[in-house]
């Protein structure tokens, strides 16, 4: 990979990285190397929230649920811009009538959210499924490069944040096999409070703006 294109991609995820769960609901066994990237388009102006797509690389492990007892999962993944980077913990339900079901937390520096996941998945691994989680994120800078107001700088380049939080919805089709490919459509849908720091370092709340956004991507795991 070229010095540029590497840029690029530590660019594309600089602002906070929209949570994605990057499993089905069924917990696969033995271990799994993970790629997730995406795209996203705001479904109003200025509603973004400072989101972007996730994009990282990463591994998760675990013990398949039976009808008698239940799976598990642990994963980290690494983001682009590193700061968005997470940990997985997931627990599936005890298998019942052909349905997968489960809870569990992605957990980062700069977010997390709980999370429950549903679905009917075949004897392939293949199926349709959803997530449900609820997005809570830390503050994050507005504008790159303004972290600190500059003295006698005017208004529009004081410093700022913004703090989302919302409702993230989701629905996943997962290829067949060990090697499998997920494609899935996911919301971000609540609000995002904006704060301004002003010179002299007073930090206060200025607004606070809806959180409407659509995202589309693909997760594949390699399993080993």
Do not use: K
């Amino acid at each position: 990979m070229t010095r540029a294109r590497l840029a690029l991609l530590l660019l594309a995820c600089a602002g906070a990285c929209a949570p994605v769960v990057t499993h089905g609901p069924r917990v696969e066994p033995g271990t799994q190397i993970v790629v997730t990237g995406g795209a996203a388009r705001p479904l109003c102006d200025d509603c973004t929230g400072g989101l972007l797509p996730q994009i990282s690389v990463g591994m998760r492990g675990g013990h398949a649920a039976t009808e008698l007892r239940a799976g598990f999962s642990m994963g980290v993944h690494v983001a682009a811009n590193v700061a968005s980077s997470e940990m997985d913990a997931y627990v599936q339900a005890p298998r019942r009538g052909g349905w997968d079901a489960g809870a569990g937390l992605l957990l980062g520096p700069m977010q997390g959210m709980p999370y429950v996941q549903l679905g009917r998945m075949g004897g392939d691994g293949s199926g349709l499924y959803t997530t449900q989680g609820l997005a809570l994120h830390a503050r994050h800078s507005l504008r790159l490069g303004h972290h600190h107001p500059q003295p006698g700088a005017p208004p529009d380049t004081a410093a700022g944040w913004v703090r989302p939080r919302y409702w993230a919805p989701t629905l996943a089709f997962r290829g067949p096999g060990r090697n499998a490919m997920h494609m899935y459509l996911s919301g971000a849908f609540g609000t995002a409070e904006e704060f301004t720091e002003f010179e002299g370092g007073v930090s206060r709340r200025t607004a606070r703006r809806p959180v409407r956004m659509l995202v589309a991507g693909f997760v594949y795991e390699f399993g080993r």
